[in-house]
């Protein structure tokens, strides 16, 4: 259960961003946003009723994917996918509760999205388990937006 739990608290790390956005009408920045908001709407929704195809849709199968867990191990999809399997097998459903959101635009084709909040994961063999202040930072990165939006950097 810890790997479970550990796989659920990764953590990423962006070495330099230039931000691009001041180069974009308002207009533009309004309509990524909510297309960006859209898809961790519905991965948060496939994460809520522990739907592991549809969830791991929003992950990039690439060699570019990388997310790094609280224990500092690194994952590639396939291992991403691996943990993320093994946790959702075992849950139920779960809550997430947000308390805090921010999607920052770093290029017109890359989307940070930090995450903080509370969840309840409503376990099948009847356990539940609370995570408080629980923080997720993801990258969105799309190759043309609005159509092909997948995060490349999942962190927890």
């Keep these: 259960m810890k790997i479970l739990i550990s796989m659920l608290a990764s953590c990423i790390f962006l070495l330099s ?19 960006v908001s859209a898809c961790y709407d519905k991965l948060s929704e496939y994460s809520s009723n522990a739907q592991l195809d549809f969830f791991m849709s929003y992950y990039d199968n690439s060699p ?9 191990k690194r994952s590639d999809y ?7 399997g093994e946790y959702y097998s075992a ?55 609005p159509h092909e939006i997948k995060i490349s950097r999942p962190a927890n």
């Design 91 to 145: 849950l139920e459903k779960q809550t997430l509760i947000p308390t805090q959101q921010k999607l920052q635009i770093i290029e017109n084709n890359l989307v940070i999205v930090s995450w903080t909040g509370n969840i309840i994961a409503y376990l099948k063999n009847g356990d539940t388990i609370k995570m408080n202040n629980y923080s997720i930072t993801s990258l969105f990165k799309s190759r043309k937006l």
């Design 17 to 35: 961003c230039s931000n691009q956005n001041d180069k974009m009408t308002k207009a533009e920045s309004y309509k990524i946003i909510n297309e």
């Design 64 to 72: 570019d994917f990388l997310s790094i867990s609280a224990d500092g």
């Design 78 to 84: 396939k291992e991403f996918k691996k943990l993320c």
